[in-house]
């Protein structure tokens, strides 16, 4: 089989190219593209910061350099948490308000003109089958009929 006739392939390129197409348009802006995906993930209440790497498919010490890196821009704070002091919440500061806006708009466009060009019916139906796809891949058994093959280093 080709890696051109794997879902992988396509998986894989296309993010990559649309991940890409953001990363220039966030540079142009002058914000690296892994705070805009940041930006993208807080919440107006605060968000704490260990739920942000699982959110953005992050290690903890890539999500602290990128916080700190946001927060040196002005587009993040670090606060206690009211509830719980051990832990900390990560707010917008109005620049980073600003920031998201301009990143939120940015995809809300790509994604208005990839319907335009493809189709609201083609993208609907992509979508459903994605979010088919990930649930699938949230249980790996189903997908290797249990027979999840061990690596040869484990043994």
Do not use: C
């Not at 392939?9 to 805009?36: D, N, T």
């Not at 498919?57 to 927060?71: C, I, Q, V, W």
Request: glycine share 8%; charged share 30%.
């Amino acid at each position: 089989m080709k890696p051109q006739d794997t879902l992988d392939f396509h998986l894989r390129w296309g993010w990559s190219k649309l991940s890409r197409l953001y990363a220039v348009e966030a540079e142009r802006r002058g914000i690296p593209v892994s705070y805009v995906f940041a930006l993208m993930q807080v919440d107006r209440k605060g968000t704490p910061s260990t739920q942000l790497g699982p959110r953005m498919g992050m290690e903890a010490t890539s999500l602290s350099r990128t916080l700190k890196g946001m927060e040196d821009m002005g587009l993040v704070e670090r606060r206690p948490d009211a509830a719980d002091g051990r832990k900390a919440l990560v707010f917008l500061t109005p620049d980073g308000v600003a920031a998201r806006r301009q990143a939120r708009d940015l995809v809300k466009a790509v994604n208005a003109r990839i319907r335009e060009l493809l189709g609201d019916e083609e993208v609907d139906a992509l979508i459903a089958n994605l979010r088919k796809l990930n649930e699938l891949f949230d249980r790996p058994e189903q997908l290797l009929g249990g027979d999840i093959p061990q690596s040869p280093l484990a043994s």
